[in-house]
């Protein structure tokens, strides 16, 4: 077999693999949500409008959200909320304010289901103080969530992606992203064999480069061989 033949039936395989790991990705998906937040160190309760006058802050949730994921599970640019400042000055000796944002997530329309279901996620902030422009920073790292609907089964990735300096007398929108939303219906699900069998045939990445390296050397042996009689 020739080198070109070898290459192409590598690229061929890696290619079906490709495939069949995509195979799980949702069409476009519209999710639904609210926001809710809370002050403190020591968060008593989530609530639409929450405010803390030391720092003369105030922040609003949004309800609901309502964003369309692309064809590869992903939504940007979703509005969480706002912050606004009073006409407060704040010293350089205010400590730390912590602020906690919930966001309630209904289960992804668009796949059949119970409507009431919903998923959670607990976004932590803080605010340095100080003079000048007040920095809202939050933990920006992505959330996996995982949803069962009775038809079948999916996850998707959730993040803030922006933190904020309010001026007094000015706001700022607090942004998030959905990201690699999957969806697989229960009669998709591959059974335990399957899962075994898909293992023991579908050769990792590092497996097709390996076997195509022993493959072009055998086939350089051959012709060598060939010349040398």
Known sequence: ?????????????????????????????????????????????????????????????????????????????ILLGTFSRANVNVPESTPTLDFSLAVTFSLPLGIAGDPSSTLSAIIQGTSVGGGGP?????????QLLTYSDGSGTGTFEFAVLNDLDVTKNGSGAVIGAVRNLTFRPDSEQPTETEQIADTATVPEPSTLILLGTGLVAAIRRRRTASKMR
């Not at 070898?6 to 476009?28: F, G, K, Q, T, Y």
């Not at 920095?135 to 992505?142: K, L, M, P, R, S």
């Open 134 to 142: 007040l920095d809202v920073d939050f933990d920006n790292a992505w």
């Open 1 to 77: 077999m020739a080198t070109g033949a070898v290459i192409r039936v590598m690229l061929m395989i890696a290619s079906l693999s490709v495939m069949a790991r995509e195979a799980v990705a949702s069409p476009i998906t519209e999710i639904e949500g609210t926001t809710l937040g809370c002050f403190g160190s020591s968060c008593g309760a989530f609530v639409a409008v929450a405010s803390d006058s030391t720092y003369g802050l105030i922040f609003t949730g949004v309800n609901p959200f309502d964003v369309f994921t692309d064809a590869s599970g992903t939504a940007a640019n």
